[in-house]
């Protein structure tokens, strides 16, 4: 078990680019340092895993009064679990906008996706698309509700595409705090701590194009297929670009982050815009 990821470095030359690398065996560790004598690597052991938290009740809700278009950020569920929508997806190749969330909520037998409000749960499509090494599930909206390119958020709310690699890694260079809004915690901030990375911590197979940020406590079960998002630099005011999907957090000691999909991931190898 072990995961991998790029640090940039800044923009001042304070900190060169390197790489992190966790692994579950100190044998392990001292290999992975001693296999690169020139580039900056640190290694460290992952110690044992505990369990995760239980999830609270959703702290928000679909609103039946605010129309069809349903914004990311919202609680969704199948009959097995309970997750966060993501902002639309759109298809260019189906000339689509899809409803998106974390593929691991299809675990079981179901394909229905629901927005949860007060007990109730509304129908809002099924699932057309599983892509499970990006750990994203495109679901097909019914004929009652469409997918919104906005966020359940004060503004900008407004989603209007996704950074790039190089994007991220000049936000992580600059010291940019991320944003994310999870059906359970809410909003909440962070920085970036690595990009691109490949994690064997979580699920089968490994996931690659992992952006790994924020803190442990600012995510927790039923928060998986929120997105963290950060404004538009050249109209922060007007609209906001997706980073990431977040699917999962540390649940270990001596670690604390949120890890998932970088969406520039999903439009190289799909063509999916957000």
Known sequence: MFNAYVVPGDHDGNATASIVVDVRDEDVAAEVTA?????????SVVRAVGS???????????????????????AVGSADGTATLAPALYDPEADERFFATADHLYAGESDELLALADGVRYPLGRVHR?????????IRATREFEPAHALYAPPPN???GQFSRIGLADLKARGAELHKI?????????????????????GDPCKRGQLKWGEESDFTDGDSGSVSYYPDPEAPDERVFVCGLNSARTWWPGESYMWGTGAYVLHEQFGYTF
């Open 35 to 43: 296999l690169a004598d020139e580039i900056p690597i640190e290694s």
């Open 52 to 74: 995760e938290r239980e999830p609270d009740s959703p702290a928000l809700q679909y609103d039946p009064e605010s129309g069809p278009a349903v914004p990311g950020g919202i």
């Open 130 to 138: 599983h892509h499970e090494q990006e750990d994203l599930a495109l």
């Open 158 to 160: 407004r989603v209007a």
């Open 182 to 202: 999870g059906a359970m915690t809410g909003h909440s901030t962070g920085r970036i701590h690595a990009i691109d990375g490949v994690t064997c911590i979580y």
